[in-house]
């Protein structure tokens, strides 16, 4: 009935809101990558002909070097959200719950990560950053539109923290937080520690960008998750701006949350 109608409009309200929130922090991420990849240490110029030495990596130490597939993490990557998405967005109930915070947790971490990947230029340690030969970008335009426009994603020089890894755990955590099978919870987990290895034997990134991109990720779901339920005092009026940020936290939480909140019964 019109309940039912004002529950769905709002619901699609919240999902649209999230989904302009992911699209625009995905180009942003995507042209933050550009100007990563032209900001990269380069050596004698570009194309790179004498480029810095891979840094020292206790993670390249344990796991050869795998490079004769320099794109299987992205294709393992694609292969894990197509099943997610497959097993979540279409045959779950919860679907726009679920996309709507898949979106929102992703877009929130890539703006972080379009701020932190040019902010600390660090040696890239894939191969191909090295020998592009005329795939090279001669500007900072070419190095951004490279980014954006090719499909495997590929850029070089976006290192802290890795995108793949987030995009793994976030798939995973799904699995987690919502399938009752413990069973695909370990598949899940064995699946994406896997990928992160992946990532390390192609040498996509060194093991900091993944640690810190595992640590930030599981924060920010928790997080998300905790502010759910936890009802928002209108009248603490507290000073504190650490206070003001998670009250605002968990206004937008509960907006995007809970759409049964704007619909009231017509006798009321």
Same mark, same amino acid.
Request: a positive charge.
């Given at each position: 009935?019109?309940?039912?109608?004002?529950?769905?409009?709002?619901?699609?309200? $919240?999902? *649209? !809101?999230?989904? =302009?929130?992911?699209? @625009?922090?995905?180009? +942003?991420?995507?042209? &933050?990558?550009? #100007?990563?990849?032209?900001?990269?240490?380069?050596?004698?110029?570009?194309?790179?002909?004498?480029?810095?030495?891979?840094?020292?990596?206790?993670?390249?130490?344990?796991?050869?070097?795998?490079?004769?597939?320099?794109?299987?993490?992205?294709?393992?990557?694609?292969?894990?959200?197509?099943?997610?998405?497959?097993?979540?967005?279409?045959?779950?109930? $919860?679907? *726009? !719950?679920?996309? =709507?915070?898949?979106? @929102?947790?992703?877009? +929130?971490?890539?703006? &972080?990560?379009? #701020?932190?990947?040019?902010?600390?230029?660090?040696?890239?340690?894939?191969?191909?950053?090295?020998?592009?030969?005329?795939?090279?970008?001669?500007?900072?335009?070419?190095?951004?539109?490279?980014?954006?426009?090719?499909?495997?994603?590929?850029?070089?020089?976006?290192?802290?923290?890795?995108?793949?890894?987030?995009?793994?755990?976030?798939?995973?955590?799904?699995?987690?937080?919502?399938?009752?099978?413990?069973?695909?919870?370990?598949?899940?987990?064995?699946? &994406?520690?896997?990928?992160?290895?992946?990532?390390?034997?192609?040498?996509?990134?060194?093991?900091?960008?993944?640690?810190?991109?595992?640590?930030?990720?599981?924060?920010?779901?928790?997080?998300?998750?905790?502010?759910?339920?936890?009802?928002?005092?209108?009248?603490?009026?507290?000073?504190?701006?650490?206070?003001?940020?998670?009250?605002?936290?968990?206004?937008?939480?509960?907006?995007?949350?809970?759409?049964?909140?704007?619909?009231?019964?017509?006798?009321?």
């Amino acid at each position: 009935g019109r309940r039912t109608r004002r529950m769905m409009v709002g619901t699609a309200r $919240r999902f *649209w !809101a999230a989904f =302009i929130f992911f699209f @625009v922090a995905y180009v +942003v991420n995507d042209v &933050s990558s550009g #100007v990563a990849m032209w900001r990269m240490p380069k050596g004698a110029g570009w194309p790179p002909r004498d480029p810095f030495p891979v840094l020292p990596d206790l993670g390249y130490d344990a796991i050869p070097y795998f490079g004769s597939s320099s794109q299987l993490p992205t294709y393992v990557l694609v292969l894990f959200m197509l099943v997610t998405g497959a097993r979540f967005l279409l045959l779950d109930s $919860r679907r *726009w !719950a679920v996309a =709507i915070q898949w979106m @929102v947790i992703d877009g +929130v971490l890539l703006f &972080s990560r379009a #701020v932190t990947i040019i902010s600390t230029s660090l040696n890239n340690p894939d191969p191909r950053c090295n020998h592009c030969g005329s795939e090279c970008p001669t500007t900072v335009w070419g190095a951004v539109w490279m980014t954006v426009s090719r499909f495997p994603f590929w850029s070089c020089g976006d290192l802290m923290f890795s995108g793949h890894t987030v995009h793994f755990l976030l798939m995973t955590l799904a699995w987690q937080s919502y399938s009752k099978s413990r069973l695909s919870h370990v598949v899940a987990w064995l699946f &994406s520690f896997a990928g992160m290895a992946l990532l390390l034997s192609c040498r996509y990134h060194y093991t900091i960008d993944v640690l810190i991109a595992l640590v930030l990720t599981l924060l920010l779901w928790n997080l998300y998750h905790l502010s759910i339920p936890s009802p928002v005092d209108a009248h603490d009026r507290g000073t504190s701006v650490l206070g003001g940020v998670w009250r605002l936290l968990q206004c937008a939480v509960r907006w995007l949350e809970q759409p049964h909140l704007d619909v009231q019964d017509d006798g009321e």
